[in-house]
């Protein structure tokens, strides 16, 4: 893992009820072979120092078989002794086995077709999420109906998934908050042109209507082990309010 950038970015959101909430965005952290432990316990270290509400994971957490890296997936579990963690699939996880995944991140909330609700400040926010379009080729459900179905009936929601394509769903639903990953922010310039022809956005923070679309660059690196213009980050999105600011 190259040495990330910590960030703290404010989005704008039209619904006061999540005005000063602060979520802890992570995503392809692509852990393998060679990845390292102490890389793990540095990303540890990192987050116990922040400040955030909980955490939210976008995907490709692996990038080979579980069995090979059962020990950094065990550390890597304990990000939840400091928040809750909420992750979705990436196709680098269904690639390399998500039940696998499942049973190593006991600790963390798998949200693929799912939601939940959490309480802030008195308030119930749900967190909805769906697997990632990868998931036909293995024969998972990706169930948009559903998620769509759910974000339309409950405005008060936060839908994540892995690629940036997905931002329609949360436009479309008038979700205030669309989180994903996917593109490593293009990893090596020039390849960012080559992820703008088949993703929406490359990297960071954008409105779409009533909604705001943040896209990480993520943690871990995909081929070769090397970024250029392209920074890894760990990411605090701090909620603020339309009729606040």
């Known amino acids: ?10 989005v704008l959101i039209d619904h006061q009820f999540l005005d000063g909430l602060k979520i802890l965005h992570l995503s392809d952290l692509h852990i393998n072979k060679n990845f390292k432990l102490s890389s793990i316990n540095e990303l540890l270290s990192i987050c116990e120092d922040l400040e955030y509400d909980f955490v939210v994971i976008t995907g490709d957490i692996i990038d080979c078989k579980v069995k090979y890296i059962k020990e950094k997936l065990h550390l890597l579990n304990n990000l ?9 699939s990436g196709n680098h996880d269904i690639f390399y086995g998500l039940e696998d ?10 949200m693929d077709n799912k939601s939940t609700s959490i309480d802030f400040k008195g308030k119930q926010i749900n967190i909805v ?5 990868f998931a036909k080729f293995f024969n998972i459900r990706r169930d948009e109906k559903k998620a769509s179905s759910f974000l339309k009936a409950n405005t008060n929601s936060i839908f994540i998934a892995h690629q940036p394509k997905d931002y329609k ?20 310039f020039p390849f960012h042109f080559l992820v703008r022809l088949v993703q929406p956005f490359l990297n ?14 993520g943690l871990g690196t995909w081929g070769i082990n090397f970024r250029y213009k392209a920074d ?5 999105l701090k909620l603020i309010s339309k009729s606040v600011k």
């Open 80 to 88: 939840s002794l400091l928040r809750p963690v909420y992750y979705i």
């Open 169 to 188: 769903i949360a436009v479309m639903n008038k979700t205030p908050l669309f989180l994903c990953g996917h593109t490593h922010g293009g990893q090596i």
């Open 101 to 110: 995944l499942k049973k190593e991140l006991s600790n963390f909330i798998l």
């Open 232 to 236: 890894s980050e760990i990411t605090i």
């Open 129 to 133: 999420g769906i697997s990632d379009r």
């Open 204 to 217: 960071g923070l954008f409105y779409r209507k009533k909604t705001a679309i943040y896209v990480s660059r």
């Open 1 to 10: 893992m190259n040495l990330p950038i910590t960030k703290i970015v404010e």
